[in-house]
């Protein structure tokens, strides 16, 4: 069965330093996601993607923050200068075109910025 | 705004027994709603779905009913499994207006053999 994938599973960094998040959506999905959630709190919408622009962005998605579908399979998300508060499991989510509601959701890349 | 409240864990249940996780919403339209599984080291699963008022959701024994008179989509199972042990997150979407999910805090479940 098809399944969405992230990498790495695991990120440590320091703080101020950048990140890239990489996710590699089901193949014929056409609309992606990326969600957070700091530990013990809610899991938070951040961004949607369609035909290689933003659609829709939480007030969490600043101007640290960046996505990318730098060729036809990856989808990356992009902290500039992480700060302590960035600390949390993020999830990639990507659905296929028309109403189906469902989006598959990405096992998650655990950041820890130190 | 929209947004999930549901009851805090963890939950600690013997095998066999009867599962209620509650979960209430609010919202200014007509949302769908969805429970979605977490299993350790996994990502986040779709369980069950309702898109309308007073429609059930099932999927591998448990159930939700979408109750519009009290904002409620509560999940049941009848006798949990040791393999049900995960964490249970309640949400909402509301696709006239946009495609984002919006979560509960989570439920993590733990079922003792």
């Known amino acids: 069965e098809p399944e969405v994938t992230q990498t790495p599973s695991h990120q440590v960094t320091q703080m101020g330093q950048e990140v890239i998040l990489r996710c590699v959506p089901i193949?014929?999905?056409?609309?992606f996601y990326w969600y957070r959630q700091i530990l013990g709190q809610k899991v938070e919408f951040l961004v949607s993607?369609?035909?290689?622009?933003?659609?829709?962005k939480s007030e969490i998605f600043d101007d640290q923050f960046s996505v990318e579908r730098p060729d036809g399979s990856n989808f990356t998300l992009k902290i500039r200068s992480t700060k302590l508060e960035d600390s949390a499991m993020y999830f990639c989510?990507?659905?296929?075109?028309?109403?189906?509601?469902?989006?598959?959701f990405g096992p998650g890349t655990r950041l820890t910025v130190t | 705004g929209d947004s999930v409240t549901q009851m805090e864990g963890p939950v600690t249940l013997s095998e066999e027994a009867f599962l209620t996780i509650n979960c209430t919403y609010t919202?200014?339209?007509?949302?769908?709603l969805f429970w979605y599984v977490q299993y350790p080291g996994e990502g986040l699963q779709l369980l069950l779905k309702?898109?309308?008022?007073?429609d059930k959701g099932s999927n591998k024994g448990f159930e939700a009913t979408y109750r519009k008179e009290t904002t409620s989509f509560h999940l049941e199972k009848g006798s949990v499994q040791v393999s049900d042990s995960a964490v249970y997150f309640c949400?909402?979407?509301?696709?006239?207006?946009?495609?984002?999910?919006?979560f509960g805090k989570g439920t993590r479940l733990h079922i003792l053999p």
């Open positions: 989510a990507s659905s296929a075109p028309g109403p189906s509601l469902e989006q598959y």
């Open positions: 193949s014929n999905h056409l609309y």
């Open positions: 993607f369609y035909n290689n622009e933003i659609s829709e």
């Open positions: 919202a200014t339209g007509y949302p769908s």
């Open positions: 309702a898109t309308k008022a007073d």
């Open positions: 949400a909402l979407s509301d696709p006239n207006r946009d495609d984002k999910i919006i």
